[in-house]
């Protein structure tokens, strides 16, 4: 769990300091700062997972005309850096996967999503086309909330960093109000703050820094598509389950540090809990289990 911020418009980095500060939390092994020389500042708090020492954000091409930054992992990101290899971009750090999504974006543009297997957040500066290019993962896993206050527009993980920027409103927006007690959360784009919103998951949103407009685009839609092959034969599907669960498992298990599991005691936490014993060849997975003395 990282936590990424940013704007283009008025300001300097003590605006971004300050929108880092409140979600500091996030990241407790890192803070980054970036500008452009103009307008456009980027924020990142890093809990290291991948890449400990080479891969510090905001990450920045060397030509500096790319920045970007990410909160999120990409499980195909060693695949995609061997493509992007042959395609001859030459990468700086060891193995981030936040420089192969900068890459991937130079070769494959907006279309980089397509092949992501992963969870992400993040926001990119194009320099050459000059736009903010900012991503959230299919099903949403990753938040990311934006702004607009005149022509400035403001992004970042958690929306009471947001509500740091100046300008953006504090003022709850009663209709969310009302969603979230019929829920229990608000539907995306909404928040509970008015004119804050949330990009929706399987959107992109593309901002051009001249116009000062923003258009959003969804790139996925989940479509249930049963296969009779499966309906009719249980047991084919059970297995097929337990290959996709155990290949999930195993993308999963990819980090520079130790691994664990939450158990609830429920058959899905366990099941996982199994897996990944058996992805570490019969090694010890630390699990942990968390209870509460509130009703």
Known sequence: ??????????GNEHVTERMLSVMRYRGPDGIGNWNNGQDVYFGHVRLSIV??????QPLVSPDGTLAIVFNGEIYNHQEL?????????????RHSDTEVLL???????LELTERLNGMWAFALYDKKDNQLWLSRDRFGKKPLFYGQVGDSFVFSSELHSLATYPGISKEIDEDSLVK???????PSPNTLLKNSFKLPAGHNLVFDLKSRKAK?????????EPDNAYLQNPTLAAERLVEEMYSAVKLRMVAD???????????????????????????????????????
Do not use: K
């Open 216 to 224: 959003i685009n969804r790139y996925w839609r989940y479509i249930p």
């Open 257 to 295: 540090v130790p691994v664990g599991v939450f158990l609830s005691g429920g058959v899905d936490s366990s099941s996982v809990t199994s897996m990944a014993v058996s992805c570490q060849r019969g090694d010890s997975v630390n699990s942990f289990s968390i209870g509460f003395e509130e009703e």
């Open 51 to 56: 890449d400990l020492v080479t891969g510090d």
């Open 180 to 186: 979230y007690f019929a829920h229990g959360y608000v």
């Open 81 to 93: 850096r061997r493509q992007l290899e042959r395609y001859g971009h030459q990468f700086q750090t």
């Open 103 to 109: 890459y991937g974006y130079r070769q494959w543009g």
């Open 1 to 10: 769990m990282c936590g990424i911020c940013g704007f283009s418009g008025p």
